[in-house]
């Protein structure tokens, strides 16, 4: 683990330490989509998942999940894919569905998406580490459609499949969009700022999603972090993971996570693409534009990245 004591301080003054002020520890679940997903810049796919794994390992999360996108094994990136998803199970991690074409329900028939869904499950079904979970690619529910939502809901439950939502959502994906792009351009980077702020920013984004649902379940929640199979998370998981724990956070199972009782809550409300936690803010009457962490933005996002990774690389 390479992060420095500042940053360390940091995180904590931004998320609170909830050891330090007696109440509950905040207890976290790890979870990457897209997999197996496409090559980066830093790793091929294979050097992906094995540096994923031992930093998982080296970090003592002992039970991630991986949502894997049964039709990216047809893709160029995909070839050793089922190799790689088992690795991650003989580490002791679990697979669910993430759909075999990754598309929005909101442009999608409902007959199709269900199709597209079951098609995915003939590959996953019955294999080790398998778990009867579905994640809405783009955590794309239908949008303003109620029905379609709920047609979809309705074919998840006939077949014995859980929505595996998310509670902390963020644009970890697009952090290593722009990296792998600076570093296929062959631009300086400063990679411990880059490390640095890839942990900051989704530390604080948990601690933004986690202060919504203290405020409107009266309770810390266990948290699902959304995060994908990206070459930044190979290089950084470790760190972030170091970051959480000093920040007062608790590294659970995923299996654990989906026992709370939110769980068993399906939002009735169009608002579901920011998770479950904002949903529930949203039922309550908190505006859609309190319930957005600044930084799932794409725009905020990379001028932090210029000023941060790029400029300090290229100052003397």
């Known amino acids: 683990m390479r992060l420095l004591g500042p940053l360390l301080a940091l995180l904590i003054s931004l998320t609170g330490c909830a050891t330090a002020s007696g109440q509950a520890q905040r207890r976290i679940a790890l979870s990457f989509d897209d997999v197996p997903r496409h090559a980066g810049a830093f790793f091929t796919p294979d050097e992906r998942a094995a540096e994923l794994i031992a930093a998982l390992r080296r970090a ?55 199709a597209d869904i079951d098609r995915a499950e003939e590959w996953l079904r019955g294999r080790p580490g398998y778990r009867p979970w579905f994640r809405f690619p783009f955590l794309d529910e239908g949008g303003r459609d ?32 722009i990296a792998s792009q600076a570093r296929r351009d062959g631009k300086a980077m400063d990679m411990d700022a880059l490390r640095h702020l890839y942990v900051e920013t989704l530390v604080d984004t948990a601690g933004f999603y986690d202060r919504i649902a203290v405020e409107t379940l009266g309770r810390s929640p266990a948290h699902v972090l959304l995060l ?25 199972a995923i299996d654990e996570a989906y ?6 809550s399906e939002p ?30 794409e725009a905020v996002l990379s001028r932090l990245f210029e000023e941060r990774v790029l400029r300090r690389a290229s100052t003397p």
Do not use: K
């Open 60 to 114: 003592r999360v002992r039970q991630a999940g991986f949502f894997v996108t049964t039709g990216n094994l047809q893709g160029p990136h995909g070839v050793g894919g089922e190799a790689r998803i088992a690795a991650y199970v003989r580490a002791g991690h679990v697979i669910a569905n993430h759909s075999l074409s990754h598309l929005w329900l909101s442009r999608t028939p409902v007959e199709d998406y269900v």
């Open 146 to 177: 109620a029905a379609r939502r709920d047609a979809v809901r309705a074919a998840l439950a006939e077949r014995g499949l859980r929505n595996a939502y998310v509670t902390i959502d963020n644009y970890d994906w697009h952090l290593d969009s």
């Open 228 to 252: 994908h199979e990206t070459d930044l998370a190979a290089l950084f998981v470790d760190d972030l993971v170091a970051g959480f724990r000093a920040a007062g956070w608790e590294i659970i």
């Open 259 to 264: 026992r709370d009782p939110i769980a068993a």
């Open 268 to 297: 009735d409300t169009w608002f579901l693409g920011e998770g479950r936690v904002s949903a529930l803010a949203h039922m309550r009457g908190r505006q859609p534009r309190s319930l957005v962490h600044p930084r799932t933005d």
